[in-house]
């Protein structure tokens, strides 16, 4: 895949994926710089209700593999 939490493993970055994709859990979460955040598209519903439960959740917070 090419979202964030793929890309991360391609690179050996720790960040865990504990559900592989499926919106399921919030180990995937990632803060990103305000500017990169701002061109996404919206999250969706299920990845809101996600997020709400991510440790230290910001404003510019995502799960990494919902990111592209
Ligand atoms: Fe579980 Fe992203 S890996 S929501």
Not at 43 to 59: I, R
């Amino acid at each position: 895949g090419d979202d964030i939490l793929s890309i991360a493993h391609e690179y050996d970055v720790d960040l865990e994926g504990a559900c592989e994709g499926s919106v399921a859990c919030s180990t995937c979460h990632v803060i990103l710089p305000e500017e990169y955040y701002n061109l996404l598209p919206e999250p969706e519903d299920d990845e809101n209700d996600m997020l709400d439960m991510a440790f230290g959740l910001t404003d510019t917070s995502r799960l990494g593999c919902q990111v592209k």
